[in-house]
C-alpha cells in the first residue's frame, strides 16, 4: 500500500532507547550532542525578533516562486557584507536547507539518478535523496594529521557513473569541521564542467570559522563554476531554525544557469511554500546576528580550547583538527570494543551522551562526535567523566 521510499527501520536504536528511560528516571545527564542553539543558554533579542512579526503587508499574499524581491535583498546584502556581488534573480528563497535540496534533487534527478555526498557527513542526504527517487553514493575525506579533512578525488572520480547528476560539498563539512580549500574547488569544478554534473554547496556553518586559514572558501559564491548551487539560511546563521528561513543562490555558466533557473522556477511555483510572514521580517530578523553568532563563537572557540587542553597528552583520546561548524570529532586510538558498545556503555555508567562515528558513516570504528555547541560547564564535566574511564 505504502511507498517504497519508506521502507525504513522506524525502532529507536538501543541509545535512544536507553537516554529516554534515564531521562524517565530523572536521571541527570550530560548531553554533550544537542545543537538545537534555542534550548542551550543563549540569549536572543527577544523584543527586537518577536516585534517583527507584526505587519500589515503579511496579510497580503502576492507570492513569487522566487520569493519575495525584499527577502531576496536581504541575502544579496549577506553577501555583499562578505565582499561578494550576487543578483537577486539568481536568488530562490526556500524555507529550509533540507527543502532546498528536495528542490534541487527534484530538478536534477530521474529516478535512480545518484548524488555524490562526503563521508563521514550528517545523517540527511540518503533520505532526503530516497524522497526523490535518487541514490546516494559516498566519496572519502581523508585524515592528515597536519592538514586536517580533505576530498580523496580518486575515490570520488572512481564513484562518477552515467548515473552522476550532483556532487555535494558541506562548507564546512558537518561533523569534521573542515572548510573547502581552493584548490579543492577548483578540482570539483574541473570535474563537474568535465562529466557535466551539478556542484552543490551546503554553507549552513559557514560564518562559524574556529581557525584562520587563508586558503578556505568560506563561500564559493563569486567563483568560477560550471553549475553551482549555494545554499544557506537563518537556522545557524541566526540560530533560529524555527524562523524556516533558507535560500538556493544558482550561478554557472549563463546557458546552463538560465535553464537551470527556468526549471526551477516552476518546482518553486508548484509549491510556494515560503511564509510570507518571514519573508516580510528577513531583513530586521537579519539584524539580530551580530549579537548571537558573537555568543556562539565565543562559546564554540572556549569549548574547542578546552577540549584541546583535556585530550592534549591523552595517549587514547585524541580531538581531531576542526576549522569550523559546530560540532567536534574524538578518535580512541586502543578501543577494544566497538564504538556503538563503548557510547552504549559510557551513558549508562557515567550518564554521558555522545554519538558514535557510524551515526556519520565514518569509514573505520573508533570515533565519536561531540557538539562544540553545549554549554561549557556540561561539556567539561562530560569529559572529565569520559576521562575518568581510563584512569
Given at each position: 500500500m505504502f511507498s517504497k521510499r519508506l521502507n525504513i527501520e522506524f525502532e529507536p536504536n538501543q541509545l535512544s532507547i536507553l537516554f529516554n528511560a534515564k531521562i524517565a528516571k530523572g536521571e541527570k545527564i550530560f548531553d554533550l550532542t544537542s545543537s538545537n542553539p534555542?534550548?542551550?543558554?543563549?540569549?536572543?533579542?527577544?523584543?527586537?525578533?518577536?516585534?517583527?512579526?507584526?505587519?500589515?503587508?503579511?496579510l497580503v499574499y502576492n507570492p513569487d516562486p522566487k520569493g519575495l524581491i525584499t527577502a531576496r535583498?536581504?541575502?544579496?546584502?549577506?553577501?555583499?557584507?562578505l565582499g561578494k556581488k550576487v543578483n537577486v534573480e539568481d536568488i530562490f528563497i526556500t524555507p529550509s536547507t533540507s527543502e532546498a535540496y528536495s528542490f534541487l534533487f527534484k530538478l536534477l534527478l530521474d529516478p535512480d539518478d545518484e548524488v555524490l555526498i562526503p563521508q563521514p557527513c550528517y545523517p540527511?542526504?540518503?533520505y532526503l535523496a530516497m524522497l526523490d527517487s535518487g541514490n546516494v553514493i559516498y566519496y572519502p575525506l581523508l585524515y592528515e594529521h597536519k592538514a586536517g579533512w580533505r576530498p580523496d578525488f580518486k575515490g570520488l572520480q572512481a564513484n562518477i557513473t552515467g548515473k552522476t547528476k550532483s556532487i555535494i560539498l558541506i562548507n564546512p563539512n558537518n561533523p569534521t569541521g573542515s572548510?573547502?580549500?581552493?584548490?579543492?574547488?577548483?578540482?570539483?569544478?574541473?570535474?563537474?564542467?568535465?562529466?557535466k554534473i551539478a556542484l552543490i554547496s551546503d554553507e549552513v556553518f559557514s560564518d562559524y570559522d574556529i581557525e584562520k586559514n587563508d586558503d578556505i572558501l568560506?563561500?564559493?559564491?563569486?567563483?568560477?563554476?560550471?553549475?553551482?548551487?549555494?545554499?544557506?539560511?537563518?537556522?545557524?546563521?541566526?540560530?533560529?531554525?524555527?524562523m524556516k528561513f533558507g535560500w538556493i543562490v544558482i550561478e554557472g555558466e549563463?546557458?546552463?544557469?538560465?535553464?537551470?533557473?527556468?526549471?526551477?522556477?516552476?518546482?518553486?511555483?508548484?509549491?510556494?511554500?515560503?511564509?510570507?510572514v518571514i519573508q516580510n521580517a528577513s531583513s530586521k530578523l537579519f539584524i539580530t546576528k551580530n549579537n548571537i553568532q558573537t555568543q556562539i563563537r565565543g562559546r564554540i572557540k572556549t569549548n574547542y580550547e578546552m577540549l584541546q587542553s583535556k585530550l592534549l597528552l591523552n595517549p587514547d583520546i585524541r580531538l581531531l583538527k576542526c576549522e569550523g561548524g559546530w560540532s567536534a570529532v574524538i578518535s580512541f586510538g586502543n578501543l577494544l570494543i566497538s564504538e556503538d558498545k563503548f557510547v552504549y556503555g559510557l551513558l549508562?555508567?557515567?550518564?554521558?551522551?555522545?554519538?558514535?562515528?557510524?551515526?556519520?558513516?565514518?569509514?573505520e570504528e573508533g570515533f565519536a562526535v561531540i557538539s562544540l555547541l553545549t554549554e561549557t560547564h556540561i561539556l567539561e564535566e562530560g569529559i572529565d567523566r569520559l576521562l575518568s574511564i581510563y584512569d
Open positions: 534555542t534550548k542551550l543558554n543563549f540569549s536572543y533579542e527577544e523584543k527586537l525578533i518577536l516585534k517583527n512579526f507584526i505587519d500589515e503587508q503579511s535583498e536581504t541575502v544579496k546584502e549577506y553577501y555583499k557584507s540527511l542526504f540518503e572548510y573547502i580549500k581552493s584548490d579543492d574547488y577548483f578540482r570539483f569544478v574541473d570535474i563537474c564542467r568535465k562529466n568560506r563561500t564559493i559564491i563569486g567563483e568560477k563554476s560550471y553549475l553551482n548551487f549555494i545554499l544557506n539560511g537563518y537556522s545557524k546563521m541566526l540560530g533560529l531554525p524555527q549563463e546557458e546552463i544557469k538560465s535553464e537551470a533557473i527556468k526549471r526551477l522556477e516552476v518546482i518553486a511555483d508548484t509549491y510556494l511554500s515560503v511564509s510570507t549508562e555508567k557515567k550518564n554521558v551522551l555522545i554519538h558514535p562515528g557510524y551515526y556519520y558513516d565514518f569509514i
